[in-house]
């Protein structure tokens, strides 16, 4: 008799523009994978807003806390009526505190051999948005104010979650990125605690710090030299578009948001409208976002087998879409990867 594994219940989010198109590619190769997932369909974005009223339907986040696990689409944040970033407000409601971003080269681009996680706290620092204008004379909006907030606890907790990380991914030395010369309090707790968390881990993990600016620019000109890096929110959003762009671009991206009960995967782009419907949308970021989800469950070999497969699609059957310079549509190379799994 067949032993056949336990389904793993997942909620399935199509998202908005370039998100259905990039899904359902996801979607074929993962089954073509035998990937043990038992999707659970649930519309969010302005898909969301259009089919139940919300851009982050109740019964999206039911199905959530159901599954406690997503593969997620881009969602776009509908514009006017005063809705904030449907992303943001995922990331709150299940306090995904951790957002991992890896970095490899899989085609020899600009630059060769790049391998570079990001771990971006995800909840606090200049995201909580609490901003406002102060009026001066007759001008209400003379002023713009905008406040940051890390907590000691958040800074210890993605320390903490970076250091594991490495530990686990048999990595060796982190960077934490700061700007302490000059947000002296908000990046300066945020390097202080992971400094606190790195001695735990003395002689398993090395931490060094860098500078903000002096991480990008060092970032472009010898990316070797970095292991790991550990941001807050925003430096964090910037750095990881930038370590992108090293490896070939937002095609080739995927992310991770973990929290405690419940960890999401994406593509890192956004919806791309300016190509939706026209089929030629890399698939690529979503199915590395899916690998990261299969290591999650315990399915590394399985992760591994997809990451072969869109290594041997794109450099030896040279399949391509356009941003990578090739001519293929989404399902030309949806049908070259499943070849290559058969
Ligand atoms: P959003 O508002 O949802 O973030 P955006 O306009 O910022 O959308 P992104 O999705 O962030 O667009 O993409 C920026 C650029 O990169 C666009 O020109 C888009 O076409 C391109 N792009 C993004 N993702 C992909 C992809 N998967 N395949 C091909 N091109 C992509
Ligand atoms: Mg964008």
Same mark, same amino acid.
């Given at each position: ?8 219940? &997942?909620?399935?989010? $199509?998202?908005?523009? !370039?998100? *259905? ?7 074929? @190769? %993962?089954?073509?994978l ?15 807003l ?10 999206l ?36 505190? &951790?957002?991992?971003? $890896?970095?490899?080269? !899989?085609? *020899? ?7 570079? @996680? %990001? ?11 609490h ?68 001695r735990?881990?003395?002689?398993? @993990? ?57 960890a ?33 469950v ?10 072969k ?18 001519k293929?549509?989404?399902?030309d ?10």
């Amino acid at each position: 008799t067949i032993q056949h594994k336990a389904l793993i219940p &997942a909620t399935l989010i $199509p998202g908005d523009g !370039i998100g *259905p198109e990039v899904v359902n590619a996801a979607v074929a @190769v %993962l089954d073509a994978l035998k990937a043990p997932f038992e999707w659970d369909m649930q519309l969010a974005g302005v898909a969301g807003l259009q089919a139940k009223g919300d851009p982050l339907p109740e019964d999206l986040l039911a199905s959530i806390r159901r599954t406690g696990l997503a593969l997620k689409g881009p969602l776009t944040t509908p514009i006017g009526g005063g809705f904030r970033s449907a992303n943001v407000r995922l990331r709150e409601a299940f306090s995904l505190y &951790a957002n991992v971003r $890896p970095a490899r080269t !899989i085609v *020899p681009g600009r630059y060769e051999n790049i391998d570079i @996680v %990001l771990i971006r706290e995800n909840l606090e620092g200049f995201y909580v948005a609490h901003e406002h204008y102060l009026p001066i004379g007759d001008d209400p909006r003379a002023v713009a104010i905008s406040a940051g907030a890390n907590t000691r606890e958040g800074s210890r907790r993605i320390a903490r979650y970076a250091f594991e990380y490495a530990l686990k991914h048999n990595r060796k030395k982190i960077t934490v990125v700061h700007k302490a010369n000059v947000l002296k309090i908000l990046t300066g707790l945020f390097l202080e605690e992971a400094r606190n968390v790195a001695r735990e881990y003395e002689g398993r @993990v090395q931490l060094d710090d860098r500078i903000v600016d002096a991480c990008a620019m060092q970032l472009v000109l010898n990316p070797w030299q970095f292991d790991m890096l550990l941001c807050t929110n925003l430096f964090g959003d910037i750095l990881s578009d930038e370590i992108a762009g090293l490896v070939g671009g937002l095609g080739l991206a995927p992310g991770a948001n973990i929290g405690k009960d419940v960890a999401i995967f994406e593509a890192v782009h956004g919806s791309a409208p300016d190509i939706a419907g026209r089929g030629i949308a890399n698939p690529l970021s979503l199915l590395l976002a899916s690998g990261l989800m299969l290591d999650h469950v315990g399915e590394p070999e399985m992760g591994d087998r997809l990451r072969k497969a869109i290594h041997l699609t794109l450099n030896e059957d040279n399949i391509k879409t356009p941003d990578l310079g090739g001519k293929a549509s989404t399902r030309d190379l949806t049908q070259a990867l499943i070849q290559r799994l058969a």
